[in-house]
């Protein structure tokens, strides 16, 4: 079967790193993406991977090892509007995105 | 840009109406998508189009959804009869053709809040 896998919530404070491991398990795999989405709002990109290794954008990171059918999204120097549920998805065919039941992280002060 | 346009933002009908959703992507986009959010099923791709042509629409949950994209500008989304099972939040969402032929970034519109009654 097809199966995406992330934690379903994590808490942190201000300041901190927080970490969102996604594994995954898909008939087709093209790449990594990340989206952002804030309470009541719509998914946003944030980050895609193709090939294995780490891409950086700001204070936002994500990892990809396709051998480990693995990767991370990594939130650096976290802020309040950081607070947010995190969805990795993978590009499993020409277009087509499969998403994961997504992370909340929850950023406190 | 204007981004993603969906119409309506929010609609309450009763069981048994028809229901129909509006999405105007982003010019020059190639590819468009219909999703579903719930608490329960999370983000589930619908259907999704590339220059106008479905090209996947195993997603569809049966034969009381449809959808159509007459031209590049317009899709609809449509649901008859709706039931109270049907209430989520729908996604439309479009995607550039990338450099290597691959839509990478979705866009998503903000998306109508449906609730059958």
């Known amino acids: 079967g097809q199966s995406l896998e992330q934690p379903s919530e994590v808490t942190a404070v201000e300041g901190a790193i927080v970490q969102i491991n996604c594994t995954y398990q898909?008939?087709?795999?093209?790449?990594l993406s990340w989206y952002q989405q804030h309470d009541g709002g719509a998914p946003t990109f944030l980050s895609y991977n193709a090939l294995d290794g780490l891409e950086e954008t700001g204070r936002f990171s994500s990892f990809l090892s396709r051998s480990d059918s693995y990767g991370y999204l990594l939130l650096q120097e976290l802020q309040m509007k950081d607070s947010a549920s995190y969805f990795c998805?993978?590009?499993?065919?020409?277009?087509?995105?499969?998403f994961g039941a997504g992370t909340q992280v929850v950023v406190t002060p | 840009d204007a981004g993603v346009i969906q119409s309506p933002r929010h609609e309450v009908t009763e069981m048994g109406q028809e229901v129909t959703l509006r999405c105007k992507p982003i010019s020059g986009h190639d590819y468009l998508f219909w999703y579903r959010q719930t608490m329960m099923r999370g983000l589930e791709l619908l259907i999704y189009?590339?220059?106008?042509?479905?090209?996947?629409d195993s997603g569809m949950p049966e034969d009381r959804f449809s959808a159509k994209m007459p031209n590049a500008s317009f899709s609809t989304l449509k649901i008859q009869p709706s039931e109270p099972r049907d209430s989520a939040v729908y996604f439309c969402?479009?995607?550039?053709?990338?450099?290597?032929?691959?839509?990478?970034?979705?866009?998503f519109g903000p998306g109508t809040r449906l609730t059958v009654l």
């Open positions: 998805a993978v590009r499993s065919s020409w277009g087509k995105l499969q």
């Open positions: 898909t008939s087709g795999f093209y790449g």
């Open positions: 969402a479009s995607s550039p053709r990338g450099a290597s032929g691959e839509g990478n970034e979705q866009f």
């Open positions: 189009f590339n220059n106008n042509v479905p090209i996947d």
